[in-house]
Structures are given as structure tokens and as C-alpha cells.
């Protein structure tokens, strides 16, 4: 049934895709929230104005 | 703010090692979801009906057991919060609930193509079909709530009843095909289908499985630093506040 072989790709490079994608969405919001923990630990002690 | 500091201690309490930990489950996650797919791919036969495409379940079926899951733990956790009062089960249960999201999208667009070549149409309004987008625009809806709302207290419990409410639709998405006329099959499970698919699938639940939760866990560790962040935020502010008064 090689009519089918783009739709069995399509499942899987999308499913690759969203997941990966999401995999690097936590990288940058891990990120994001260390550097505001970071900013607000710094404005808490009084370093900042 | 009620109950401000004990996040605080959670989120300080996290040591390095969890980190690591957590690190070293999305490898292994990662790993067995490419041993798994090549697993279910490679050694299974084409379907006398459907031929190879029933290769698509692999990944559709894990996706959708794993979406329920985590709507579960949602639902555990927002119990939790509304029990105890404590931030980490609200903070849980948001994590929980954007991971769901993210599997219930992919379990409805993985059946848009599955449902192409063999019923002919991408969508149609069929209760499974319709159960499941239901479900999405639920849980889509709890995390634009949960954007919306600044006063933490607030939020956690708003988020606990829609979380609640939007879990309670997980069984009617599950037995809708049973209790409805609809054109989507049975519940796929080892029981289920033809024996020779029955290690491929199992063994794609589990790979899923360890992905979502890699994905909670770090999501949570992420939600617990931002709410740490927020904190003192909000604390540096009070004093300020104070002070030129």
C-alpha cells in the first residue's frame, strides 16, 4: 500500500516535530524563569533600586 | 497571599541532583521513544485491512492514554490543592494540564491523518472525534484562565474547578465510542487488538509515558522557580511600597 507511506510519514515527522517542540519550549521557559528568579532574588536583596 | 513561603521552601529544597535526575529521564525517554517506534515499525505486518498503515496506531494510541493520564494527575492534583491549600499541587496540576494539552492536540491530529486514507474524511463530527476537541478546548481554556488571573490564590482555585470539571470529561471521551453510534473503532488496548501489535504498542505506551513524564516534571520545576521569582517580586514591591509611602 505505498499510497499510504505519506501519511504514516506525516504521523510520525509530526509527532517528532510537537515533541521536540516542546522539549525546547521547556528549555526556554526554564531559562526564563531562572533568569527572573535571578532578577528578583537581586531586587529582594537590595542591590537594585 | 495565605501561604506564600511554603513554595519557597519547595522550590529552594529542589537540589541539583533532581535536576540531573530529571535530565537523565528525558535521555532515556528519548531513547526508547526511538526504540519503540523503530520496534513497532520494523517488526509489525501489514493489517489485512488497513495495510501499513496501522503503523499510525503506535503513535496515536500512546498519545491519547498518555493525554488522559495526565488530565488524571490534573484532577488528583487540584483535589490536592483545594484540600490542603498548597501551592506545589496547583503548580503540579498546571503542569500536568499544559503536557495534556499538548498530547490530546496530538492525538486529535495524528487521527486527522489516520482517518484520511480510511474513512475518506480528515474531521467529522463524530462523538469520539468531537468528545476529544472538547477536551482540548477545556484544558486550552484553563491555561489561558490561568494567564489571565494575576492574584495567585485566585487562579489556583479557579484552575482547580475547571481542572476538576475538565477531567471529569476523560471518561466520556473514553467510553463514547460505546455509548454512542460512531464511526472510530473500539478503545485500542493489548486486549483489543491483534496480538502480534500487542508488544509495539506496549512498547510505545511506555516510551510516551516516560516522555510526559519528563515533560510534567520539568515543567513543574520551571512553574516552581517562576512562582519562586513572582514571590519575591511581589515582596520586594510590599516593601517598596512601605518605605515611600
Known amino acids: 500500500m505505498p499510497e499510504s507511506n505519506g501519511y504514516i510519514i506525516a504521523a510520525y515527522v509530526i509527532t517528532w516535530v510537537m515533541i521536540l517542540g516542546y522539549a525546547f519550549r521547556l528549555v526556554v521557559v526554564t531559562r526564563q524563569a531562572r533568569d527572573r528568579l535571578e532578577q528578583a532574588s537581586r531586587v529582594d536583596a537590595g542591590r537594585e533600586s | 497571599m495565605g501561604h506564600a513561603l511554603p513554595l519557597t521552601a519547595d522550590g529552594q529544597s529542589m537540589p541539583a541532583t533532581g535536576q540531573r535526575s530529571i535530565e537523565w529521564l528525558g535521555v532515556v525517554a528519548l531513547l526508547a521513544l526511538v526504540g519503540a517506534q523503530l520496534l513497532g515499525i520494523l517488526t509489525s505486518a501489514p493489517d489485512r485491512d488497513m495495510g501499513h498503515l496501522q503503523k499510525i496506531m503506535y503513535v496515536h494510541v500512546p498519545a491519547a492514554w498518555n493525554a488522559f493520564l495526565a488530565f488524571f494527575v490534573v484532577a488528583v492534583a487540584s483535589l490536592a490543592y483545594l484540600w490542603k491549600g498548597q501551592e506545589r499541587h496547583d503548580l503540579l496540576a498546571a503542569s500536568a494540564a499544559e503536557v495534556g494539552a499538548l498530547f490530546t492536540a496530538l492525538t486529535l491530529i495524528l487521527g486527522s491523518i489516520w482517518g484520511r486514507p480510511t474513512w475518506g474524511v480528515w474531521w467529522t463530527w463524530d462523538p469520539r472525534l468531537t468528545s476529544t476537541a472538547v477536551l482540548l478546548l477545556i484544558f486550552v481554556g484553563y491555561l489561558a484562565l490561568r494567564s489571565f488571573v494575576e492574584d495567585s490564590d485566585r487562579r489556583a482555585q479557579?484552575?482547580?474547578?475547571?481542572?476538576?470539571?475538565?477531567?471529569?470529561?476523560?471518561?466520556?471521551?473514553?467510553?463514547?465510542?460505546?455509548?454512542?453510534?460512531?464511526?472510530?473503532?473500539?478503545?485500542?488496548?493489548?486486549?483489543?487488538?491483534?496480538?502480534?501489535?500487542?508488544?509495539?504498542?506496549?512498547?510505545?505506551?511506555?516510551?510516551?509515558?516516560?516522555?510526559?513524564?519528563y515533560f510534567i516534571l520539568k515543567r513543574y520545576r520551571a512553574a516552581c522557580v517562576?512562582?519562586?521569582?513572582?514571590?519575591?517580586?511581589?515582596?520586594a514591591a510590599l516593601e517598596g511600597r512601605g518605605r515611600y509611602a
Open chain 2, 226 to 235: 517562576e512562582r519562586l521569582a513572582e514571590q519575591l517580586a511581589e515582596r
Open chain 2, 158 to 213: 479557579w484552575s482547580a474547578a475547571v481542572g476538576i470539571l475538565g477531567a471529569l470529561n476523560v471518561p466520556i471521551v473514553y467510553m463514547s465510542v460505546r455509548w454512542w453510534r460512531t464511526i472510530h473503532q473500539l478503545q485500542s488496548s493489548p486486549s483489543t487488538v491483534d496480538p502480534e501489535y500487542v508488544t509495539g504498542l506496549r512498547a510505545n505506551g511506555i516510551a510516551v509515558l516516560l516522555v510526559l513524564t
